[in-house]
């Protein structure tokens, strides 16, 4: 019985490698291969591979009438963690700083995201601090953001919120999405960044949210930081 193709490509082909050995093309001229070329085994397994990547979008707020914090950093540890872990091609990081109330929607919208990470300033039962249209303050009600990762809920499976006094926004999120990670009280920049660091490093080797977790909060502690028990996991 003939085998039925999976795709049909008519792209130029100089240049290609096919797997199993049975053609290189630097050593076929184009002219030599007749019609379309039919890959009937590995193009299954390269969208199996391409649909295991996870997207991991940072939104980052520092509002110029809040405190400074050092976010700049806090992304490039997270991309270094990520760019020396063992399974860093699992793994495809986006970031958006500044961010406003569109912002947020508008990436969640654009880059489908598994894993939402945001850095910036909580406030407890006021909400989260984004910007407004002039770079100040603009905080966002709980339940509404709560309400927003509810219309993400079949793409996002874990949300960190290294913000201060966000476990109540992490508390209100997981009701919609698996895992979520929030501050029970204010965290300085130091053990922040240790925290998230440890956090996507352990990820990028291929462990679970929960051990992302624990080591994350004990590599806090390792470094004699005295905030280790400051970020909360919570489960659906």
């Given amino acids: 019985m003939p085998e039925t ?16 050995g049975l053609v290189n093309a630097d050593s076929v001229n ?18 199996a591979n391409n649909s295991a990547v996870k997207t ?4 980052a707020a520092n509002p110029k009438n809040s405190l400074p914090l050092r976010l700049g950093e806090e992304v490039r540890e997270i991309d270094a963690a990520l760019q020396r872990a063992k399974k860093r091609e699992l ?20 880059f489908k995201p598994q894993i939402v990470h945001f ?5 407890g039962d006021d909400g989260l601090a984004l910007e407004d249209e002039t770079g100040n303050v603009r905080l966002v009600d709980t339940q509404a953001l709560a ?5 993400f809920a079949s793409d996002i499976e874990c949300v960190v919120l290294n913000a201060c006094y966000s476990e109540v926004q992490a508390q209100a999120i997981v009701k919609h999405i698996p895992y979520v990670i929030g501050m029970n009280k ?49 489960k659906k």
């Fill in 186 to 234: 204010q965290i300085g920049d130091q053990a922040a960044i240790k925290f998230a660091t440890a956090f996507y490093n352990v990820l990028g080797a291929g462990e679970s949210v929960e051990f992302a977790y624990k080591l994350g909060c004990n590599v806090i502690q390792l470094e004699g930081i005295p905030e280790y028990l400051t970020p909360v996991l919570k």
């Fill in 147 to 151: 309400r927003l990762f509810e219309l």
């Fill in 119 to 123: 850095s910036g300033h909580g406030t």
């Fill in 56 to 59: 991991i979008l940072i939104l």
């Fill in 5 to 20: 193709p999976n795709r049909q490509s008519k792209f130029n082909l100089q240049g290609a490698q096919f797997a199993g």
């Fill in 30 to 47: 184009a002219h030599q291969i007749g019609g379309d070329i039919t890959n009937y085994n590995q193009v299954g397994q390269t969208e």
């Fill in 91 to 110: 793994f495809d990081l986006k970031q958006r700083s500044a961010v406003r109330v569109q912002e947020v929607y508008q990436s969640l919208l654009d």
